[in-house]
């Protein structure tokens, strides 16, 4: 059973991961920069940040994963949590880019708080926002389409954010960057909550479990751990996110101490985000000719070569950086929506081998080892700039700079080329992919209602 989706609703959709990305890429981009020049930490002290409330955080996800299941509202399980978040979202995401005039130590307990705050509401937001991927719509290139769209708006909020905030911050901010970032961080809040209401308006939920169906939070843990396209794909995501905070995080200090212009920064992310965006663009059609899976391994190994390039050309070669970046972000951009559809395409798996469905617990499960990543990333970011001398607002070190280096190339290439191989071990090919979608299909319609019109 086929079901297309209205151009308006793959849109709307969209709109809802565009306004988390105002937040997120500031997370990914500026973050680590944030908390040592302008914050005050170490880098030290920045990494454990991440790693410590990152772990915490993380440990969110299955909970809230196995909250949206069990959520039942006239908007659907997924849905409300659009709406119920976009105020939240916002306030926390000004107060963690908030500076406060506080001693040492109360500044530190300050950043705990109100990055542990924002990674709560976070979650509560992202998990039922991803799970939504897997009910909108059953058909595999579908479920494609509305991840590309997701990714576009996504990597458009990323070539704002990347490519504009610094000059904002600096506008904003007349010289004083922490107001800068308070101001800069307000502006994308408030356009991110307008946002997450008009993704809540647009979409609707038509993939509904078996009403038959009993299970408890254990026996959906206990199907997940037996599901080994999950496995592999829990195991690819946290590679992934590892390496590319690990790259985001390290190229504003590349351009501001290794290549001495930090205005480079904005260009280099306009150019690479633009690129990505055509890869995001024609990732649906890739899909469609060669699998998700291969699509994604190949992508992760040009990703890989090409993050490593950077080891090999002269700082200060502006055009090959900016070049090699441009491939990089391309064949990186290819493998970004391929992600979020197999999220869906392991709920189907899981339900076509139990005849049990809980998509909320499958994303959510994906979604933790997405942040995983992220604090391993962040807090292996800062623990090597530590390593190698890392001194903030400072004239670096030949070994200092040396380290920034390896993080941006070497070792963020390594983290994607271990995201490959995690991924030789799933199983769903492009074929098993559509035999599970049909023998859903055909089950479903044994006890699904006829749809209504509305939301």
């Known amino acids: 059973m086929i079901q297309k989706l209205s151009l308006s609703e793959k849109i709307g959709y969209g709109l809802g991961d565009m306004a988390a990305n105002f937040v997120f890429q500031a997370m990914l981009a500026l973050q680590l920069s944030f908390y040592t020049d302008t914050f005050?930490?170490?880098?030290?002290?920045?990494?454990?940040?991440?790693?410590?409330?990152?772990?915490c955080a993380a440990v969110l996800n299955p909970v809230m994963g196995a909250i949206a299941d069990r959520t039942n509202t006239r908007w659907g399980k997924f849905r409300p949590y659009l709406l119920w978040t976009a105020v939240p979202f916002g306030i926390m995401g000004v107060l963690t880019f908030t500076t406060p005039n506080l001693s040492a130590g109360s500044k530190i307990i300050y950043a705990y708080v109100t990055y542990a705050l924002l990674r709560i509401v976070y979650t509560v937001n992202n998990v039922p926002y991803a799970s939504l991927t897997g009910v909108i719509t059953g058909d595999p290139d579908e479920r494609t389409s509305i991840a590309s769209w997701r990714q576009i708006f996504a990597?458009?909020?990323?070539?704002?954010?990347?490519s504009l905030a610094v000059p904002m911050i600096a506008w904003s901010g007349h010289g004083n960057s922490a107001k800068g970032y308070q101001l800069t961080m307000g502006l994308f809040s408030v356009i991110g909550g307008v946002l997450f209401i008009v993704a809540f308006a647009s979409t609707k939920e038509r993939i509904q479990p078996d009403p038959k169906q009993k299970s408890s939070l254990g026996q959906d843990l206990a199907d997940l751990v037996k599901n080994g396209p999950w496995i592999a794909l829990f195991l690819a995501t946290m590679f992934y996110f590892i390496a590319i905070?690990?790259?985001?995080?390290?190229?504003l200090p590349f351009f501001k101490y290794a290549a001495h212009d930090q205005n480079l920064f904005s260009w280099f992310?306009?150019?690479?985000?633009?690129?990505?965006?055509v890869g995001v663009a024609v990732s649906?059609?890739?899909?469609?000719?060669?699998?998700k899976r291969s699509l994604f391994i190949t992508s992760m190994v040009l990703t890989g070569i090409l993050a490593a390039v950077l080891f090999v050309l002269p700082t200060q070669g502006t055009t090959l950086i900016f070049a090699s970046e441009i491939l990089r972000q391309f064949a990186f951009g290819c493998s970004c929506p391929v992600l979020w559809a197999m999220m869906g395409d392991v709920a189907d798996y899981g339900e076509w081998k139990t005849g049990r469905r809980a998509t909320g617990t499958v994303t959510s499960a994906v979604v933790f080892a997405l942040w995983l990543g992220l604090a391993l990333g962040g807090a292996i970011a800062g623990w090597l700039f530590q390593a190698y001398g890392y001194v903030p607002n400072a004239t670096q070190t030949a070994h200092s700079l040396a380290g920034i280096l390896l993080v941006a190339s070497i070792y963020s290439g390594l983290a994607f080329f271990a995201t490959a191989v995690c991924l030789i071990f799933y199983p769903i090919t492009r074929a098993k992919n559509q035999e599970i979608a049909d023998e859903l299909a055909e089950r479903r319609l044994k006890f699904a209602p006829q749809e209504t019109p509305g939301a």
């Open 40 to 55: 005050g930490l170490t880098p030290a002290q920045a990494g454990t940040l991440f790693l410590v409330v990152g772990l």
């Open 269 to 277: 992310n306009g150019f690479g985000l633009a690129s990505l965006l």
């Open 284 to 291: 649906s059609k890739l899909s469609a000719r060669f699998g």
């Open 155 to 162: 990597n458009s909020a990323g070539f704002i954010v990347q």
């Open 245 to 251: 905070v690990m790259r985001s995080s390290v190229m």
